[in-house]
């Protein structure tokens, strides 16, 4: 069976300064890595993934994560955060052979302070 | 292109009752996904339809179900409505790796 945590319900960042959301992942042969945010009455929006290659993903609107394959971890980051980043953030993992099946984590709400 | 679309928004329903909620693909995406959202339990997969044929099953009982029809667009209909049954129901469509969520269908069960 395939899981992830998100050990943060909420990280809390001042505007400028640089975020990491973090997520560990468990899952049999190579992960499927993704970062989705959700906005307020609003559905999921695709930020990254990672399938395979470089370790360091770089995505939407100025994110980027790490894979770390001996720590099974996969963090989100931003250099300098925005106001308008603040979201709630998932971290999703897909096995090898799962279809399109995702499984979530439980998200973290980010919010960032002028 | 547009992306994908669910309908309806909103809902509101009462207990033992039985919902039908719809959801349409981006265009030439056959992989459809369906997850609900809530508080509580947070985002947990439902089921996955491709090419018509449910591909992967969630561990939900049978009271859900859902359907591919050959334009691609996907329904999911629950039966005998529960409380518990109160959430965001997402739909993503996939055509390689990635998912696209639609903005989902607020059912509430009173």
């Known amino acids: 069976a395939q899981s992830v945590a998100q050990p943060e319900d909420q990280v809390n960042v001042a505007e400028g300064n640089p975020l990491t959301v973090k997520c560990t992942y468990s899952v049999s042969g190579n992960p499927y890595l993704f970062w989705y945010v959700q906005y307020p009455n609003r559905g999921l929006q695709f930020l990254l993934k990672?399938?395979?290659?470089?370790?360091l993903v770089k995505g939407s609107y100025g994110f980027e994560a790490e894979f770390n394959k001996s720590q099974t971890s996969f963090h989100l980051k931003k250099p300098s955060a925005l106001v308008s980043d603040s979201a709630l953030y998932f971290c999703a993992v897909r096995g090898n052979n799962a279809g399109n099946m995702l499984t979530f984590g439980g998200g973290t709400r980010l919010m960032v302070k002028p | 292109k547009a992306g994908v679309t669910q309908t309806p928004r909103y809902l509101i329903k009462t207990r033992g009752q039985q919902v039908t909620l719809s959801c349409s693909p981006i265009s030439g995406h056959r992989s459809v996904s369906w997850y609900q959202q809530t508080p509580g339990q947070g985002l947990q997969f439902l089921f996955e339809y491709f090419s018509e044929t449910q591909r992967n099953k969630g561990n939900f009982p049978g009271r859900f179900s859902g359907r591919q029809f050959s334009n691609s667009r996907s329904e999911m209909n629950v039966s005998t409505l529960e409380l518990g049954d109160s959430a965001l129901y997402l739909c993503?469509?996939?055509?390689?790796?990635?998912?696209?969520f639609g903005p989902g269908t607020r059912l509430t069960v009173l």
């Open positions: 993503a469509s996939s055509l390689i790796g990635e998912q696209f």
């Open positions: 990672y399938i395979t290659g470089d370790n």
